[in-house]
């Protein structure tokens, strides 16, 4: 195992000892790993470090216990924010529904393939500060999120609003990630990093680019969220911005669809589109949603003060479903740098 991993804990449950192998070589440098080879064993690990797992493994064909039975007891046992992985030689059709009950994050296939594998639990667990930024990749980036810009800047004043809330929510989520990189295990992201995933908040909400409405009906934002229209705008948010097919610019256009996608998941499991619950949404998705929601509201105030920010802070806590407890902190422990921020725009 390499000296440095991304600090991302997995369970490994298989009961073939070959497949353990084989994942414990693909897995072990960049994850620490746990394995067991049945579901009862599964099942005491999980209970017992449940706040230690960022993800499993979990075999679907296993003697006595298998992968389903797992995770129905993990279910009636209030463990289900964990994300999980489903290993099978074959996603039936029967086994698809049912991980869909479960709201499993995906299927890894049999035999496995290296770079699949990688790629799936990197991306959804947020793993992608490995990605080493060069100069060529910085500079091509920097010009796609200006054309980006220039473009939704000209769509925004089209419908009479202005980038205002698109700007703050950028420099809210600096603070936030300066926050996230020192008290986060495993996460080390530089500077040019934190520029790019920050400016992908600016942008979640593209997608309103292309989403249809009525004629003379303006659709805005957090004004029918049940909408099924405007619902759809995550997901043609994220379409638009992988247009761009460019190597250079695949750390942003990831990062950004994501946003685009799942910032208005919630940690509870009842955002939309896609009803994702728990650590089965990105970090970064969640903190999104978090400044999104929080510059609604604090910026209206006439004054940007501790006390104010103490008043809106405490409102969105009460709402205990919307983001992990970690994410939350990051911005109670940020009312510092947010009021100074506020304060420097006046």
Avoid: W
Avoid at 84 to 100: G, H, L, R, W
Avoid at 164 to 182: A, D, E, P, W
Avoid at 242 to 249: A, D, I, K, T
Avoid at 253 to 260: L, P, T
């Amino acid at each position: 195992m390499s000296d440095v991993t991304s600090g991302k804990k997995i369970l490994i449950v298989d009961d073939s000892e070959i497949d353990r192998e084989i994942l414990r070589e693909i897995l072990s440098d960049d994850f620490e790993l746990e394995e067991v080879d049945n579901g009862y064993l599964a099942l005491e690990f999980i209970m017992q470090n449940k706040d230690q797992l960022d993800a499993i493994l979990l075999d679907v064909s296993m003697p006595v216990m298998d992968g389903f039975s797992v995770l129905k007891l993990m279910k009636e046992n209030g463990v289900d924010t964990i994300p999980v992985f489903m290993i099978t030689a074959e996603a039936t059709k029967d086994s698809v529904e049912k991980a869909a009950v479960f709201k499993v994050s995906e299927f890894i296939r049999k035999p496995f393939d290296r770079e699949e594998v990688l790629k799936r639990l990197k991306s959804k667990l947020g793993v992608l500060t490995d990605h080493a930024l060069t100069e060529e990749d910085i500079v091509e980036t920097q010009k796609y999120i200006a054309e980006l810009e220039m473009i939704y800047d000209k769509y925004l004043k089209h419908m009479g609003e202005d980038n205002g809330h698109c700007i703050r929510m950028t420099n809210l989520m600096k603070i936030l990630l300066s926050k996230y990189t020192v008290n986060t295990r495993g996460v080390h992201l530089e500077r040019p990093q934190i520029e790019m995933i920050s400016k992908a908040a600016y942008f979640c909400d593209i997608g309103n680019m292309v989403t249809p409405t009525l004629p003379g009906f303006r659709m805005t934002k957090h004004e029918d969220e049940n909408n099924d229209a405007y619902q759809s705008h995550t997901l043609n948010g994220a379409a638009l911005i992988r247009l761009n097919f460019s190597e250079h610019c695949r750390y942003f256009v990831q990062i950004c669809a994501d946003m685009c996608s799942h910032h208005h998941e919630r940690y509870d499991g009842t955002g939309y589109p896609h009803r994702i619950m728990g650590g089965n949404n990105s970090a970064y998705a969640q903190m999104c949603g978090l400044v999104d929601k929080f510059d609604t509201l604090f910026y209206k105030y006439r004054e940007h003060n501790e006390l104010q920010f103490s008043f809106v802070y405490g409102e969105i806590a009460q709402d205990r479903g919307a983001v992990s407890r970690e994410i939350l902190s990051l911005l109670e422990e940020s009312k510092f740098n947010i009021v100074m921020y506020y304060n420097a725009r006046t």
